[in-house]
Every structure is written in C-alpha cells, then in structure tokens.
C-alpha cells in the first residue's frame, strides 16, 4: 500500500507531498518507488532535491539524492549536483 503511495505522488504534476517522497528516501524499503516519482516530478522537484542535499540534518541518504538528481533530465538537476555544498 505505501508503494502505491509513494508512486501516485510522482503522477501528480506538483511538488506539494513531495516531503514525503524526501523521506521515503531513507527507508530502505520504500527508497526504489519514492525515487521513481520523484524522477517522474522532474524538474519541479529538482529545488527540493538541491535543499535536502544541502541540508547538514538532510532527510535522506546523499547518495539516494545525487541518484536522483543524475535521473532527472534537467538543467536544474545538474546545477545541484555540481553547486558546492554548505561550509564546515
């Protein structure tokens, strides 16, 4: 039932439950369908992704959010993968 969840979110065409998706990230069990939407937002999801990424106290795995950035085709997406990240 959460995987239907989590994968209706990436058909919604905004980013309002995309938290969600964010926190989704971390769980080991339900990163897969939260990624796939997230991809399936695109670029409206890519600021959100860029935050988190950025955030010392992040919701997820760094990996599990580059990955998602690199699956975004977008140019938004690629900033925030190659922007410097928050000093010590």
């Known amino acids: 039932m959460a995987h239907a969840a989590l994968r ?5 065409g905004h ?14 069990q ?7 939407s997230l991809v399936a937002l695109g670029a409206a999801a890519a600021p ?5 990424l950025h955030d010392r106290h992040r919701p997820a795995p760094t990996h599990r959010l580059v990955t998602v950035l690199e699956r975004i085709d ?14 010590p």
């Open 74 to 87: 977008a140019p938004s997406s690629r900033a925030a993968l190659v922007e410097p990240g928050p000093g």
């Open 30 to 36: 339900r990163w897969q369908p939260a990624a796939d």
């Open 15 to 28: 980013t309002q439950l995309a938290h969600h998706l964010l926190l989704a990230l971390a769980d080991k």
């Open 8 to 12: 209706a979110i990436g058909t919604l």
């Open 48 to 52: 959100l992704l860029r935050k988190a």
